[in-house]
């Protein structure tokens, strides 16, 4: 079974519509992140959490939430869909780090907002 | 500001030769760099880590450079395989947090 788990695979969705991106991981792992990648522009940071207490607002933050729900999950909210949110999302996690931020991605989720 | 860059375009090689990827960075002082490889549609996978302290590490056929002067690592992939076609980031921490920066990627085509 994979480590880091993403679901749904893949979603349409119309815009205004709430939705919700979910990221499992068995790594136990504390630290868990939230990607999303666009053509061009790479992966750039949504949110952060480095333990089940703690939420960090990442460089593009505006527009989703998260939630910790527990180590091993991290869930990603959009609740109001826009189209320029179209994009591939992945979560990610990596130990604390002893210097070392190794990052583990999961396979992620293609998002279309029409 | 902070930059990474990737070259954008891709790199076509011929199956055999060695490949060779840049990474180029300003306003960084990084902790260590790292490489992923990214397939089509899956998430990054890491491969290699290189400290500040350290000028090159090897893995395989993988080897990495690490120049804080000229704020620049290579990447390179010897007696490459059509197999190793694929985009490859690189990804800067800092001290702090750590959280790696991620480039844009290069796409490297290795024709048969």
């Known amino acids: 079974d994979a480590d880091v788990t993403q679901t749904p695979r893949n979603r349409i969705t119309k815009t205004g519509k709430r939705i919700m991106l979910e990221c499992s991981q068995t790594?136990?792992?504390?630290?868990m992140y939230w990607y999303r990648q666009d053509p061009g522009l790479g992966l750039r940071l949504i949110y952060y959490s480095f333990d089940v207490k703690d939420i960090n607002k990442g460089e593009i933050s505006d527009g989703y939430s998260v939630s910790r729900q527990a180590q091993a999950k991290f869930s990603l909210s959009l609740e109001s869909a826009i189209p320029n949110q179209t994009a591939l999302y992945f979560c990610?996690?990596?130990?604390?780090?002893?210097?070392?931020?190794?990052?583990?991605f999961g396979p992620g989720t293609r998002l279309l907002v029409l | 500001s902070q930059k990474i860059e990737q070259n954008s375009e891709a790199l076509n090689i011929q199956e055999g030769k060695t490949a060779t990827l840049t990474c180029n960075y300003t306003n960084y002082s990084p902790a260590y760099l790292q490489w992923y490889r990214q397939d089509p549609g899956r998430g990054p996978v890491f491969l290699l880590l290189i400290r500040e302290n350290e000028k090159e590490k090897r893995k395989e056929r993988l080897k990495v450079t690490f120049d804080t002067t000229l704020k620049q690592s290579l990447f390179h992939i010897t007696a490459s395989q059509p197999a190793d076609s694929a985009t490859y980031l690189c990804a800067l921490s800092s001290g702090g947090s750590y959280i790696p920066t991620f480039g844009r990627g290069t796409s490297l085509i290795v024709h048969p």
């Open positions: 790594k136990g792992h504390d630290r």
């Open positions: 990610a996690t990596s130990d604390t780090p002893g210097n070392q931020e190794t990052q583990y």
